[in-house]
């Protein structure tokens, strides 16, 4: 099998991560590709491919043009108001407070956060397109007539939604794959997200719509992250009602 892989994925290193109530060497780090590269040459599971450049479209038909504007711009409108520290957001637009967007990157944070645990550094945006990348050119494989292709990306994608970061995710790979296939002509897409998490931001991609059926595994949200979306009952709307499962799995649940 052809593993997708990009050396770039090094330029997300954030140094912060708040757990517990402190600040920590986060948990999505360089090393977990490494580890995986390294043993995927040990076992000889296959070659190791860089990825082709897409560009943005993509990521415009998934993403709303606003975030992906301010993800590009972040870290800059970070560091010219002479903040030391990465980027972390502290205020959210929560219940009966406007939705109406800042233009301070304090209140842009939180706009487009989902959660404080994920940190934006230097080169964050350039690895969040690279792994877009890994993931579009995994699905290119496929469309041209591999049976399998593992599309390693990092940052990771689940956790993305339209309009919102987090979880240490920026922009949706399985997403942008699934509707690669669509405009290629695939009549059946399915995305089936086996994580210890839920999927929200795919949900949140999706859940109007009829075209991607959405299947997630997780912890129970009313226990884990991200508590406010992956429950049983959210089957979908409208269109896309009977197209999005759920199956939260509560603490203890075996293999």
């Known amino acids: 099998m052809i593993t997708i892989h990009s050396e770039d994925h090094m330029l997300r290193n954030s140094r912060t991560e708040l757990s517990g109530g402190q600040l920590v060497e986060p948990f999505e780090r360089p090393g977990r590709v490494t580890r ?47 903040y030391l520290g990465e980027a972390i957001a502290t205020c959210w637009p929560a219940r009966r407070m406007s939705q109406r967007k800042p233009t301070q990157i304090d209140g842009l944070l939180g706009y487009y956060s989902l959660a404080a645990e994920t940190a934006i550094s230097p080169g964050t945006y350039e ?41 240490y995710c920026f922009f949706n790979n399985a997403a942008l794959a699934a509707q690669y296939f669509l405009d290629g002509g695939a009549q059946r897409v399915a995305i089936l997200d086996v994580d210890y ?3 929200n931001g795919t949900q949140d991609i999706f859940y109007s719509r009829d075209d991607v059926l959405f299947i997630s595994l997780h912890a129970n949200p009313q226990q884990e992250f991200p508590h406010f979306l992956g429950y049983a009952d959210e089957n979908g709307a409208g269109a896309g009602e009977g197209f999005n499962f759920n199956y939260p799995l509560n603490k203890g649940t075996g293999f």
């Open 197 to 199: 998490h839920h999927g």
């Open 36 to 82: 995986i590269v390294n043993e995927i040459y040990a076992r000889q599971l296959g070659e190791v491919e860089a990825p082709v450049e897409f560009g943005l479209g993509p990521v415009r038909q998934i993403h709303d043009e606003d975030f992906v504007e301010f993800l590009s711009k972040a870290w800059d409108l970070w560091t010219n108001e002479g």
């Open 127 to 167: 690895a969040a397109l690279a792994s877009v990348n890994v993931a579009l050119t995994g699905a290119q494989t496929i469309q041209q007539g591999k049976p399998a292709a593992f599309s390693l990306c990092r940052p990771p994608g689940h956790h993305a939604a339209k309009d919102l970061y987090g979880g």
